[in-house]
C-alpha cells in the first residue's frame, strides 16, 4: 500500500530558528496536505499543496510530485510552532481517502 | 471552520457497552471520514462515506460499524467496546482538501 514517510520524527529548536520537514511518499498522489496539530490536540490545515509551492507567513511548502516528496519550511520558529506536523496524501489510484504520515513532533524552546 | 461538529468530546465507557459517535457537517458535502488517533501512530481511516447510505472500510475496520442515513451526519458505533479502541477519533469532510472536525476522546475501561 502507499507509503507515506516523514522525516524527522523529532525535532527541538530554539526560537527564531528555521526548520525543514521532509515528506516522501511512495506513489502518485491527488492530494498531499499539510497540518499542524496543537497541543490542544486540534488538527489546522496548513497547505493543500499536490504540486508547486506555497507560502503563508513564515511557512511554505513545496511538492515535487514526480520526485515524490514534499517539504514544509518554517522560518524564524515561534514557540506556538509547537506540536506535530502531519503530512497525508490522496493516492491517484485509491479514491478519495487521505493516507497519513506518523508526523514530527516539533518543539520550538523560548 | 468548515462547520464540522462531532459529539460528544469527551467520553468515558465501559467494557462491553455500544457507543455512537456523531458527526454533524453544515455544508451538504459528499465524503465523510472517521480516523482514530493512537500514540506513536499518525490518524488512520476506520471507515468513510460517499453519500448517503455508501460507506466503505478503511484500514482499522474491525469493531466498527457506521451508518449515513442523511447527507450531514455520519455516526461511528462501537457494537461493544474493548479497551483497544481507548483513542482519539476524528471526522473529516472532503471539500477543497480534508478538514477535521475537533476530535472525540473515547476511554474504555
Known amino acids: 500500500g502507499i507509503q507515506v514517510e516523514q522525516s524527522p520524527p523529532d525535532l527541538i529548536l530554539q526560537e527564531g530558528a528555521n526548520s525543514t520537514l521532509r515528506c516522501n511518499f511512495s506513489d502518485s498522489v491527488n492530494n498531499l496536505q499539510w497540518f499542524h496539530q496543537n497541543p490542544w490536540g486540534q488538527l489546522i490545515n496548513l497547505f493543500y499543496?499536490?504540486?508547486g509551492t506555497k507560502q503563508n507567513g513564515r511557512l511554505s511548502a513545496t511538492t515535487v510530485a514526480t520526485e515524490r516528496y514534499s517539504l514544509l519550511y518554517i522560518s524564524s520558529s515561534q514557540t506556538t510552532d509547537s506540536g506535530v506536523y502531519f503530512c497525508a496524501v490522496e493516492l491517484a489510484t485509491s479514491g478519495s481517502r487521505l493516507t497519513f504520515g506518523e508526523g514530527t513532533q516539533l518543539t520550538v524552546n523560548p | 471552520d468548515a462547520g464540522i461538529t462531532q459529539s460528544p468530546r469527551h467520553k468515558v465507557t465501559e467494557t462491553g457497552t455500544p457507543v455512537t459517535l456523531r458527526c454533524h457537517q453544515t455544508e451538504n458535502h459528499r465524503y465523510m471520514y472517521w480516523y482514530r488517533q493512537d500514540p506513536g501512530h499518525g490518524l488512520r481511516l476506520i471507515h468513510y462515506s460517499y453519500g448517503v447510505k455508501d460507506t466503505d472500510k478503511g484500514e482499522v475496520s474491525d469493531g466498527y460499524s457506521v451508518s449515513r442515513s442523511k447527507t450531514e451526519d455520519f455516526l461511528l458505533t462501537l457494537e461493544s467496546a474493548t479497551s483497544s479502541q481507548t483513542s482519539v477519533y476524528f471526522c473529516?469532510?472532503?471539500?477543497?482538501?480534508?478538514?477535521f472536525g475537533s476530535g472525540t476522546r473515547l476511554t474504555v475501561v
Open positions: 473529516a469532510i472532503k471539500a477543497y482538501g480534508y478538514t
Open positions: 499543496i499536490p504540486s
